[in-house]
């Protein structure tokens, strides 16, 4: 891709950071395990922390059955999801913004094997015991717990209509 285009608005050189690749933003989204997510809330948007995993397609998350998001969720499921890979300081960054719509995974099969790749993902990336109570279960039960009870919602990332990643120099 080379250097960033720069442009000249009002007078000055602004550089613009460089667009990444599809399989550039593909293994970002696929080294990754943590995003936000932007629901539209009432007055203001609401963001919150998600665990999820990607299986080359789709990006799925875990959500508790409880919480704003639900409600958010329900009322309207177009949001915005942004995956980010930094330096501590900053001299490498990357992040990518996806625009799509949330659907509820009903399919008892796929449920299950999607409940796997997360306690796969957690032991994968040695995360905290604590992790799972931001999942419905307690830190003291065992992580193959995600797989064996429904104390969770999993939702798949489906109908995407723009994505923007970016990277610096």
Excluded at 65 to 74: A, D, H, S, T
Excluded at 77 to 86: A, C, M
Aim: positive net charge.
């Amino acid at each position: 891709m080379g250097y960033p285009r720069k442009i000249i608005l009002m007078g000055m050189e602004i550089v613009r950071i460089p667009r990444m690749a599809k399989g550039e933003y593909d293994q970002l989204i696929s080294e990754g395990f943590i995003c936000r997510i932007a629901f539209m809330g009432e007055k203001y948007p609401y963001v919150a922390p998600f665990l999820y995993v990607f299986d080359g397609s789709f990006m799925y998350f875990l959500s508790t059955k409880y919480g704003k998001k639900i409600g958010y969720f329900r009322r309207n499921p177009y949001i915005s999801v942004e995956v980010e890979k930094y330096t501590h300081d900053l001299s490498t960054y990357t992040f990518v913004t996806i625009q799509g719509r949330l659907e509820e995974v009903r399919d008892a099969i796929e449920k299950k094997k999607i409940r796997q790749k997360f306690v796969q993902m957690i032991k994968d990336h040695h995360l905290s015991q604590n992790i799972l109570a931001a999942l419905g279960h307690s830190p003291t039960d065992q992580v193959e717990v995600i797989g064996a009870e429904e104390r969770s919602c999993i939702w798949k990332l489906v109908g995407v209509e723009d994505i923007v990643a970016l990277k610096n120099l």
